[in-house]
């Protein structure tokens, strides 16, 4: 079967795009991951009574509990912005995904 220069085109955007999907969902993952990290990190801050340590680079040191949750609740507000606009690219990719798998199917179909 001979397929148009257009359907061509098509197709290989379709794949640009079920590339670019597959590099959303890894981020993605990677954001929840460390959004979970963050808010385990945030309830054990908040069950101790004991001093409070953070790791910067590869010393350790002693940091105010209060400071501490503030820093892990802007965190915790960024990833979940970050998710969100991936999740929001990930829908729009998916709807133009979609369309043109559907353009693609109707081309070949009327080809046959």
């Known amino acids: 079967m001979d397929i148009d220069k257009e359907t061509q085109k098509k197709i290989q955007e379709l794949q640009i795009l079920e590339h670019n999907l597959h590099s959303l969902m890894i981020q993605k993952q990677a954001f929840q991951l460390e959004l979970n990290e963050t808010l385990n990190a945030s309830e054990e801050v908040n069950k101790t009574n004991d001093d409070v340590y953070k790791v910067t680079g590869s010393i350790m040191h002693k940091v105010d509990k209060v400071s501490v949750l503030k820093e892990l609740e802007e965190k915790r507000n960024i990833l979940e912005l970050r998710l969100k ?3 929001k690219q990930e829908r729009l990719l998916e709807l133009r995904a979609k369309e043109l ?12």
């Not at 693609?104 to 179909?109: D, M, S, V």
């Open 101 to 112: 798998q559907e353009e693609a199917k109707k081309t070949l179909k009327s080809k046959k």
């Open 85 to 87: 606009a991936i999740e």
